[in-house]
């Protein structure tokens, strides 16, 4: 066998290793050179449940747009969760729900996230991060996560959805529990966690639903509380069931991974001082920097479909079998030195720059908009306001393969 051969076979093997459902500690601090191994050594990678696993860009991007693939996983999530309202959310939202369900659940709220909705929202949202620069300046040493990224997103979110801004570490903390048995492998305790964590959060919404249905009136731009109940009132096919696991998983996605993007932005750039240097002296236009934080980041790591046809893979990687569960990891499609160049170094003018932090096709994050105008305001207010800001201690990121985040970034002002 020659030296190359030997090389590649190595490669293979230690590529074909990788678990993602028992993934080694450096995983979560630093995922890429995992990416780097898959893409190169077994970019359709077979896990241990039998599921395949894609981690090339253009392998990713065609099966998120291919049509005929779907994401109702009601027999998987069955086995993983056991009968139970856990099992109840994660099949009832437009996240796990196929067409014509899908649209008819998207359409409800699409509204609160069209371009004009969203600019009505940008008042609010710098008001909301100056009162927040505001206290930790007066705090001096935060926790930049906890003290500050969350607060601006979790408002944002609350005020959309229609619930007390007040309310939002309770929101935070019993949304993960609902969301962390999404992760490959969990304990069953966190799956018990999780049942009586949607339980809970539907006991929390159901008097704000009750409350608007008893008005004589609902005006559907208030909220999405209000739109969905207007919706039903007029004839939608929507229980109200479906209206609070709606709102459950808009306020996780709404929150978690946008106080995600915010906080990495602002670790990633601390390590790049060319390239923090470069956004706050604006020598890049904000828009453009984004997309490559977004791309650097990709907040949401792991999403899946599964095929309802044979799909031969144009990159000429095979061929995947009707009735798999696929799935595509975007964080490792976003570092493919295939589509972007020197891709694990932020370049913050990189162009063009057809990232998939927000996924594709019919499932294409709802709340993009959102998230890109709450990021656009809050990074550089930070980087303005806060000059000083310096590291107090070590970051830690969490240990959570589906979604990527700090767990602690201790900060202050020097």
């Known amino acids: 066998m020659t030296a190359s051969k030997t090389i590649e076979t190595s490669l293979a093997e230690r590529a074909?290793?990788?678990?993602?459902?028992?993934?080694?500690?450096?995983?979560?601090?630093?995922p890429s050179k995992y990416?780097?191994?898959l893409r190169d050594g077994d970019p359709v990678h077979q896990q241990e449940d039998g599921s395949i696993l894609l981690t090339r860009y253009d392998d990713v991007r065609q099966i998120w747009r291919d049509l005929t693939g779907l994401v109702y996983k009601?027999?998987?999530?069955?086995?993983?969760?056991?009968?139970?309202?856990?099992?109840?959310?994660?099949?009832?939202?437009?996240?796990?729900?196929?067409?014509?369900?899908?649209?008819?659940?998207?359409?409800?709220?699409?509204?609160f996230f069209s371009q004009t909705s969203i600019q009505s929202l940008s008042a609010f949202t710098q008001e909301v991060v100056d009162r927040e620069i505001k206290k930790v300046k007066e705090m001096g040493e935060f926790d930049f996560v906890h003290d500050f990224a969350f607060r601006?997103?979790?408002?944002?979110?609350?005020?959309?959805?229609?619930?007390?801004?007040?309310?939002?570490?309770?929101?935070?903390?019993?949304?993960?529990?609902?969301?962390?048995?999404?992760?490959?492998?969990?304990?069953?305790?966190?799956?018990?966690?999780?049942?009586?964590?949607v339980t809970e959060f539907k006991s929390y919404l159901a008097p704000f639903l009750g409350e608007i249905k008893a008005r004589s009136s609902i005006d559907p731009s208030e909220s999405i509380l209000c739109a969905m109940a207007a919706a039903q009132r007029d004839?939608?096919?929507?229980?109200?069931?479906?209206?609070?696991?709606?709102?459950?998983?808009?306020?996780?996605?709404?929150?978690?991974?946008?106080?995600?993007?915010?906080?990495?932005?602002?670790?990633?750039?601390?390590?790049?001082?060319?390239?923090?240097?470069?956004?706050?002296?604006?020598?890049?236009?904000?828009?453009?920097?984004?997309?490559?934080?977004?791309?650097f980041i990709t907040p949401l790591q792991l999403q899946g479909r599964r095929t309802t046809q044979d799909v031969e893979l144009e990159s000429g990687n095979g061929t995947i079998q009707a009735g798999t569960e696929v799935v595509l990891c975007q964080?490792?499609?976003?570092?493919?030195?295939?589509?972007?160049?020197?891709?694990?170094?932020?370049?913050?003018?990189?162009?063009?720059?057809?990232?998939?932090?927000?996924?594709?096709?019919?499932?294409?994050?709802?709340?993009?908009?959102?998230?890109?105008?709450?990021?656009?305001?809050?990074?550089?207010?930070?980087?303005?306001?806060?000059p000083t800001l310096?590291?107090?201690?070590?970051?830690?990121?969490?240990?959570?393969?589906?979604?990527?985040?700090?767990?602690?970034?201790p900060v202050k002002l020097a």
């Open 390 to 409: 310096t590291r107090n201690g070590k970051a830690r990121f969490q240990r959570n393969t589906r979604f990527r985040g700090l767990e602690k970034f």
């Open 152 to 197: 601006i997103p979790v408002a944002l979110i609350c005020k959309v959805i229609g619930v007390p801004v007040e309310d939002a570490n309770y929101i935070q903390a019993v949304g993960r529990k609902v969301l962390f048995p999404l992760n490959p492998k969990v304990p069953q305790e966190a799956i018990d966690d999780g049942h009586a964590s």
């Open 235 to 295: 004839g939608v096919e929507v229980s109200d069931d479906e209206i609070l696991h709606m709102c459950i998983v808009t306020l996780n996605g709404g929150h978690e991974t946008t106080t995600n993007l915010i906080s990495q932005s602002i670790h990633f750039l601390m390590e790049d001082p060319e390239s923090l240097g470069q956004l706050r002296d604006g020598e890049v236009p904000v828009a453009t920097a984004l997309e490559e934080l977004i791309r």
């Open 331 to 386: 964080a490792s499609a976003n570092r493919d030195e295939r589509v972007f160049e020197n891709p694990n170094k932020l370049n913050l003018s990189r162009r063009p720059n057809n990232h998939v932090g927000f996924g594709a096709g019919i499932h294409v994050c709802l709340g993009r908009p959102l998230a890109r105008m709450e990021a656009s305001i809050a990074i550089p207010t930070v980087l303005k306001e806060l």
């Open 35 to 37: 990416f780097r191994l």
């Open 16 to 30: 074909r290793a990788i678990n993602l459902f028992s993934p080694p500690d450096d995983y979560f601090d630093d």
């Open 74 to 111: 009601g027999e998987q999530f069955c086995k993983r969760f056991g009968e139970g309202p856990l099992l109840e959310h994660h099949t009832s939202t437009m996240l796990f729900r196929d067409n014509p369900d899908h649209d008819r659940l998207r359409n409800i709220v699409n509204p």
